[in-house]
Nanobody, 124 residues
Framework: QVQLVESGGGLVQAGGSLRLSCAASGRTISSYTMGWFRQAPGKEREFVSTISRSGSSTYYADSVKGRFTISRDTGKNTVYLDMSGLKAEDTAVYYC?????????????????WGQGTQVTVSS
């Protein structure tokens, strides 16, 4: 079983940047497909990005493509989400998740473990 702890959220002006971190413990992140999701107030949790077990494949929601980058550091057992060109509509609680899926997946139902989330607020 893996435990996930997100950090790096905060308040940023529109157009700014943030780096979110997801520190894993208990098992190596190479054992999982890792993903980032977000949930805005009054809305369902939605897919943001995913990285495969090998780290060689990444996938993004259309809404963040070209602005967000997912990466990982296996030595630190940590997954990152670099966010730039932030918009007010990016405001949400961001969650890190781990999936047993063999390949990258955007389906929330395929994720088995979740962190507690970190708040990102973008002021316009």
């Amino acid at each position: 079983q893996v435990q996930l702890v997100e950090s790096g959220g905060g308040l940023v002006q529109a157009g700014g940047s943030l780096r979110l971190s997801c520190a894993a413990s208990g098992r190596t992140i190479s054992s999982y497909t890792m993903g980032w999701f977000r949930q805005a107030p009054g809305k369902e949790r939605e897919f943001v990005s995913t990285i495969s077990r090998s780290g060689s494949s990444t996938y993004y929601a259309d809404s963040v493509k070209g602005r967000f980058t997912i990466s990982r550091d296996t030595g630190k057992n940590t997954v990152y989400l670099d966010m730039s060109g932030l918009k007010a509509e990016d405001t949400a609680v961001y969650y890190c998740a781990a999936s047993f899926a063999a390949s990258s997946t955007s389906d929330i139902h395929n994720y088995n473990y979740w962190g507690q989330g970190t708040q990102v607020t973008v002021s316009s």
